[in-house]
């Protein structure tokens, strides 16, 4: 009896195992990037309407934006006028190419390339980025953006 009794509770402890371990394989990196693509393209379509508010709501109410040159920018309203700046300058054309991304349901972090346009057309930055971004409320923003650029260093 005693080991009818260990056996049922050995093979109810190995259920309960493999059901942990198959919700977390839930998660889809493959559909996450496929979502991240498809903000980064929301975002270079707010960009070209030079909507800065639209752009500053895909960031976390507490994000950080990390570009070369100036110090970190924290918070939704500093990267909006940031990026209010640099539309009303004419810069509103980006182009995001997503090379890599890695992580969970909660937190990915994207690695890719940026090329950023004038509305003449003139190329006004390219290089790399790393963005960390969060699941908010079944949407992903960006928590931190930082990027540096290719191009040489202007004298």
């Known amino acids: 009896m005693k080991k009818i009794i260990l056996s049922i509770a050995l093979t ?17 990196l493959a559909k996450a990037k496929k979502e991240i693509e498809a903000a980064n393209k929301n975002i270079a379509e707010l960009l070209a309407k030079n909507d800065s508010v639209g752009f ?7 994000a ?10 924290v918070g939704r309203a500093a990267i909006q006028s940031f990026w209010s700046k640099f539309m009303i300058a004419g810069g509103n054309d980006i182009q995001l190419n997503t090379l890599e991304v890695w992580g969970d349901a909660s937190t990915i972090t994207e690695e890719g390339l940026y090329e950023l ?7 006004l930055g390219k290089g790399k980025y790393i963005v960390i971004w969060k ?6 923003l960006i928590h931190r953006d930082i990027s540096n650029s290719d191009l040489p260093a202007t004298k």
């Open 12 to 28: 109810m402890v190995l259920f309960s195992c493999n059901k942990a371990i198959e919700t977390k394989s839930e998660f889809d």
């Open 56 to 62: 500053a709501n895909s960031y976390t109410e507490d």
């Open 64 to 73: 950080k934006f990390m570009e070369h040159n100036l110090p970190a920018l």
């Open 117 to 123: 346009k004038s509305n003449t057309g003139a190329v």
């Open 135 to 140: 699941s908010i409320n079944g949407k992903w």
